[in-house]
């Protein structure tokens, strides 16, 4: 009974993210209550593995009264305290310390965010203050990279390279360019030092299009996320990197995905061996418990800005930038990842891509690829030809609803990709399990009609 008012109430009041209004009205909600470790349960009652963390961000898993503790404590000290005015309290002071020890290089100077689109803009706005700082404010060019997600936010969502995000919405703006994305599957390029060598070639090329005086910044994912979990060729990263040191281009690494263990380290950075002029995370930051993004600095930009600005204020700032709460959280979660959890997601996500590689037999599977805990199948119909499931058939929920029906929840992209970020403290049962019924969907999509018609 309640269950069916919530539904109701839902249907009537809450406009969900990224939805088809009237899909979502049709379909109804899903209702969770509750949740332990890497499994959740439904309204039902229903036990499912997450095997996507909720958004990609339950890094630390569900259910951790340390973390709890650690809200309650600061919210009954100070809920509350403004960095306005040079005021300030211990959490994010704490936290902002703690992470510039742990950073990639002399990324040193930490800015919080509410979550990932908000510290993507933070950074737009940063770096256009810090060509002014340096007295090129015609440096107002911005590239990033076909299939990429950087943010919903306005001025990110035109760095997103994803068509929903623009359609409707007016974007990208002019100055908001595009390169290719490597996406080695389906690339017609075929191997990685040729791949690198045309992604060099083609960032170059933009970049004397744009005229090189005029480009402000470049940014990337480590691996991109929302783009269907595309794992770039080892070299990659840092090839890019090199292209904008040559052309004093800064380059931004949004980890808002990549963070906080989701691929083995801390961050991705450290596995590409290079570092940033900007950085951008959240999700992994506070594990979901608490929203909170953190865009990082190097010195350099931190003291051009700083150097440009004198005794005025930058004024870039949000009521909730360095929110207590979720700096208390933050403090506490990354307790979690350094006992013990990042080494659990290691052995995990080497389990996990072993487990899903040998998926690879199965007739609808193209493409297995993935690092640490951040994982996709992708699905064809025919696999000389890689043939996608037909759009028409809805892939997306399709498959989510199949996998739901079997206790798991993947991420299931509209390309009939399935993705796969469970929580770095699953058990090797768990993983296993989370193969086990991702083989069943694959089974049971095989026998559906609509499916075996396009075979
Ligand atoms: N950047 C990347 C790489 C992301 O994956 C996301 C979220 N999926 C964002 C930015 C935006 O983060 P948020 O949803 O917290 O605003």
Known sequence: MLTNSLVELDRRHLVHPVSSFHGHEARGVRLLESAKGARVTDAQGHELIDGFAGLWCVNAGYGHESVVEAAAAQMRKLPYATGYFDLGTEAPIRLAAELAD???GDLNHVYFALGGSDSVDSTIRFVRYYWHAKGQPERDQFISVESGYHGSSTLGAGLTA??????????????QHKISSHYVYRNPIQGDQAIIDASVAELRAKIEAIGPERVAAFYLEPIQGSGGVLVPPKGWVKAMRAVCSDYGVLFVADEVITGFGRCGPLFACADEEIVPDLMTTAKGL???YAPMG????TEH??????????????GHGFTYSGHPVSAAVALEVLKLYEGGLLENGVKMGQRLLAGLDGLRDHPLVGDVRG??????VELVTDKEKKTPLPAELQPATRLFDRAWEQGLIIRSFAQGIFGYAPPLCCTEEEIDMIVERTRRVLDLTLEDPEIRAVL
């Open 102 to 104: 742990r950073s990639p």
């Open 371 to 376: 690092r640490g805990m951040l994982a996709a």
């Open 162 to 175: 994803l068509s929903a995000f623009h359609e409707g919405f007016g974007l990208p703006y002019p100055w």
């Open 286 to 288: 506070t594990s979901g």
């Open 294 to 297: 953190a865009v990082f600095m």
């Open 301 to 314: 930009v931190y003291q051009t800005i700083a150097e440009g600005a004198g005794a005025k204020a930058v």
